[in-house]
Nanobody, 122 residues
């Protein structure tokens, strides 16, 4: 099971740090992605990190503002979100996959956690 946490209400320009924790399973050998879904929109890719932390990838809309990292010893993956914009408002989900080829696509991921809501006010 994956559990995302750390969401909340923040003003534009502010920062939040999301965490994704695994229970009942170690995901140190899984690639982990963050996706978000705004009301009335499809779920979209935000960022992903390779199982060993050696590779990361970001959506263009968050590149330079968000940083994904992982601590396999603690079985957690974090998403540091800086310079937040109102358009970043969404429910953020973390997910795990044992493949990387299509890491920007939701179908690539086997395990999903419940999301955490991020609201950015203008």
């Amino acid at each position: 099971q994956l559990q995302a946490s750390g969401g909340g209400l923040v003003q534009a320009g502010g920062s939040l740090r999301l965490s994704c924790a695994a229970s009942g399973r170690t995901f140190s050998t899984y690639n982990v992605g963050w996706f978000r879904q705004a009301p009335g929109k499809e779920r979209e890719f935000v960022a992903a990190v390779f199982w060993n932390g050696g590779i990361s990838d970001y959506a263009n809309s968050v590149k330079g503002r968000f940083i994904i990292s992982r601590d396999n010893a603690k079985n957690t993956v974090s998403l540091q979100m800086n310079s937040l914009k109102p358009e970043d408002t969404a429910v953020y989900h973390c997910a795990a996959s044992d493949t990387w080829y299509r890491h920007t696509e939701t179908l690539e991921y086997t395990y999903w956690g419940q999301g955490t809501l991020v609201t950015v006010s203008s």
